[in-house]
């Protein structure tokens, strides 16, 4: 009942679920990422995050040696043996099944023998231990294949980040990508800011038609201007440089960032531009000493927005730089780990995090400034 003290309406709680709801679709992959870029390569492949604390059943294929290598077949008695361990390549587990053909892998149970069609007996014990005997000397040049299922306990691993992190190139491929983030960010909140402010408070002809202009430019998919841009780039000698991917993010992100910090200056309190104008300061020291200290949250939101799009790039950065080593994006760096099919899937779990560090970081300095901007523009 809404109104009753220490009660909430119900469509108060109707919000706090939704937001936990959200809160979980959002949280629960990143969470499934991050443990999947600790598991083991042949266990991330063949079973989901959620049972990396069960053991995972993987089937392998062994060949025994031949027996018609040095060593590998020995009288025992009256049989000729030819023994072995299916792990001897690597692994560790339980054996739960094995077979000798591929149509019927787990026909037998760890202990069971299977009779081969030349009367030669296979084994196959939990630990991984294989028995191949025969009442007469064995021959062949390849070994016996067998089929073994195998219950691994959980793996952790560190390999896949030290794959991403000891790489060939991604530290140049680092400095490449704050060479190209840091400039794009700052050059469009600059420009915004200085346009916001003039189609906020400042009177001129077709100020009303540059904000519709504006408002439509941000409907406009980028990737309709990618080569008539670079093709312009190229005629100016600007292609493939970082001028030009600089100019590039600028003028994407600006209509975006020209809207926002419009609206943001539009709402500051009437009073504070009227005084400082008829206490006679211009245009431009309204801007710099009392419009912009106010729009700091504004500009700090768009900040976080631009250097996020920015730093996870790869169309435009593969565009207007090419897969040149020397300016090869991080981006483009761990697309080429992945792969020529892109099967390499602990490298792209760990990779995701990788990339995320500085973001979160810049996010979370930000996020500080942010508040106090919004302390700062308070009105008594």
């Given amino acids: 009942m809404e109104g009753i003290a ?15 709801l959200l809160v979980v679709l959002w949280t629960l992959p990143t969470f499934g990422l991050l443990v999947s870029s600790f598991r083991d390569k042949d266990q991330l492949s063949v079973s989901g995050w959620w049972t990396s604390l069960t053991s995972t059943e993987r089937n ?26 299916v792990f001897d390549g690597g692994g560790a587990g339980a054996v739960s099944a094995f077979g000798v053909s591929s149509q019927d892998p787990s026909a037998f149970a760890v202990g069971e023998t299977a009779v081969l069609k030349d009367g030669e007996r296979v084994s196959v014990t ?18 016996q294949r067998l089929f073994v299922t195998v219950l691994e306990p959980p793996l952790f691993t560190l390999d896949n980040y030290r794959t991403v992190l000891l790489s060939e190139g991604i530290g140049r491929s680092f ?6 983030t840091i400039p794009a960010t700052i050059i469009p909140i600059l420009i915004a800011a200085f346009a916001g402010y003039a189609l906020a408070w ?10 519709a202009m504006v408002v439509g430019l941000i409907v406009v998919p980028l990737q309709m201007s990618l080569i008539p841009l670079l093709r312009l780039y ?13 100019l590039a993010h600028t003028g994407f992100g600006l ?41 700091f949250p504004a500009l700090a939101s768009f900040a976080i927005f631009q250097f996020l799009w920015v730093w996870n790039d790869l169309l435009v950065a593969t565009v207007f730089l090419g897969n040149n080593e020397e300016q090869l994006v991080m981006t483009g760096r761990l697309r080429e780990l992945l792969g020529s099919r892109g099967g390499n899937w602990e490298i ?33």
């Fill in 255 to 295: 209509p975006l960032a020209i809207y926002l910090l419009r609206n943001y200056i539009k709402g500051l309190p009437k009073e504070i531009i009227e005084s400082a104008r008829v206490d006679g300061a211009s245009d431009f020291e309204i801007f710099v000493k009392i419009v912009l200290p106010l729009s």
């Fill in 175 to 180: 400095i490449n990508t704050l060479t190209v």
């Fill in 126 to 143: 939990e630990t991984g231990d294989f028995r191949i005997e025969a009442d007469q000397p064995m021959t062949g040049k390849r070994g």
């Fill in 6 to 20: 220490g009660r909430k309406p119900a469509l108060i709680w109707a919000v706090h679920l939704s937001v936990v």
């Fill in 348 to 380: 792209l779990t760990a990779s995701a995090f990788v990339s995320i560090a500085v973001p979160l970081a810049v996010f979370f300095a930000l996020q500080r400034y942010l508040v106090r901007g919004l302390l700062a523009g308070s009105v008594k």
């Fill in 202 to 211: 400042m009177r001129f002809p077709g100020r009303t038609f540059l904000v």
């Fill in 234 to 246: 190229t005629d100016i000698g600007i292609g493939k440089s970082y001028v030009g991917i600089w």
């Fill in 60 to 85: 392998l294929v062994v060949r025994a040696p031949a027996p018609d290598d040095k060593g590998a077949q020995r009288q025992e008695g009256a049989f000729h043996v030819i023994t072995g361990n």
